[in-house]
């Protein structure tokens, strides 16, 4: 099969020829018919995951058809329109008993632990557990957001941060997890301050909904300053704030943003080698802050979300800003080093005409 595919962390990518998936007892083949492009998939390439090893082929949140199914497999069989987690519980843990498949000891992670999405066809590890049927009204690529950016920060907003009817949200970082945010905590009736250091991406979250944005350039990297100004538009602060861009300067400037026992919530990735952000702990104990994670979502949590997008209340597909082919991926995955346009980049992938049915 065509996939995308790098030999070294950091070298060049390019479209190969690679042998197809092996299918466990527990799996599912899965022709993949679109995939986002998402800075997790950067931080990959750059080593920032110890799970990597190459040759490796990234792309972690995607959208497609079973073709073919383990002999354990008893829920799916062929043909279905399909998406799932990035990820992937084992099912037997501690954590995936509890229900909690997203903070799985034994997880894997497509694009990570094995072959990724941007790929003919990809592994579903656990099939029973972590495929989710798409409705018939979400189309391949708005459903290819689902999996990494908008669960994650529907998780982070909705199960986590938990916001009341209005409420103000503070989001900073407007990229794809940024934009999603806005548009779930404006769902959830809350009132969002939208910050970032493009006006694109600030007009953008202005669009889905925020009430109020900041271009936090202005301040630097004087993350108390940011979230001064945060406290000056939402007078007093807000009562939940993210940090969807994952950075040392964001990270403080989330929890600068809160009002008295308001709750930050940390969903960018913040890679070791990045340093460890100078969080203002006085506040947190003075202030009784609320500091938690948001790590992804698990399969058996969709039917909330999908009814939602189903319902028109979430539209994943306006966040959908660029279609690309698979050789694309090559040139712009490397770019998202820096900031790109504001928008979720998806992958179209070519398909057969005809799917593969049963084991």
């Known amino acids: 099969m065509k996939a995308v595919q790098y030999q070294e ?80 519980g084992c099912g037997t843990c501690e954590w995936c008993v509890r229900g909690d498949q997203q903070v799985c000891e034994r997880q894997t992670q497509p694009g990570f632990t094995h072959g990724g999405a941007f790929a003919e066809r990809l592994l579903v590890n656990h099939a029973d557990l972590n495929l989710v049927a798409l409705p018939d009204g979400v189309d391949f690529v708005a459903a290819a957001a689902l999996g990494c950016r908008f669960a994650t920060a529907f998780r982070a907003v909705v199960q986590q941060g938990r916001p009341r009817v209005g409420e103000w949200v503070a989001v900073h970082g407007c990229g794809g997890v940024g934009l999603s945010a806005v548009m779930v905590a404006v769902a959830a009736g809350a009132r969002v301050v939208a910050v970032d250091i493009s006006d694109d991406a600030l007009a953008l979250a202005e669009d889905l909904g925020a009430a109020m944005s900041i271009n936090s350039s202005e301040f630097g990297e004087d993350a108390a300053a940011i979230g001064a100004a945060v406290a000056q538009l939402t007078g007093g602060g807000a009562a939940l704030s993210l940090d969807a861009f994952g950075g040392l300067v964001t990270a403080a400037a989330s929890v600068y943003s809160l009002s008295r026992r308001g709750g930050h919530v940390q969903v960018g990735l913040l890679p070791p080698a990045g340093g460890v952000p100078p969080l203002p702990m006085d506040r947190v104990i003075g202030w009784e802050l609320e500091i938690v994670g948001s790590h992804g979502m698990s399969a058996h949590t969709y039917p909330e979300m999908l009814a939602a997008v189903t319902a028109g209340s979430l539209r994943p597909d306006r966040l959908v800003a660029r279609r690309v082919g698979l050789e694309d991926v090559c040139e712009l995955l490397p770019r998202l080093s820096n900031p790109g346009g504001p928008g979720i980049t998806v992958v179209e992938m070519p398909h057969r005409d005809a799917t593969l049915k049963g084991q």
């Open 9 to 88: 962390f950091g070298g060049a990518l390019s479209v190969v020829d690679v042998p197809e998936p092996v299918l466990p007892p527990h799996g599912a083949i899965v022709e993949v018919r679109a995939a986002g492009l998402c800075r997790s998939d950067w931080h990959g390439w750059q080593q920032h995951d110890p799970d990597i090893v190459p040759p490796q082929i990234p792309g972690h949140e995607w959208a497609g058809v079973v073709v073919r199914v383990g002999a354990g497999v008893v829920n799916w069989h062929g043909g279905e329109r399909v998406t799932a987690p990035f990820v992937l």
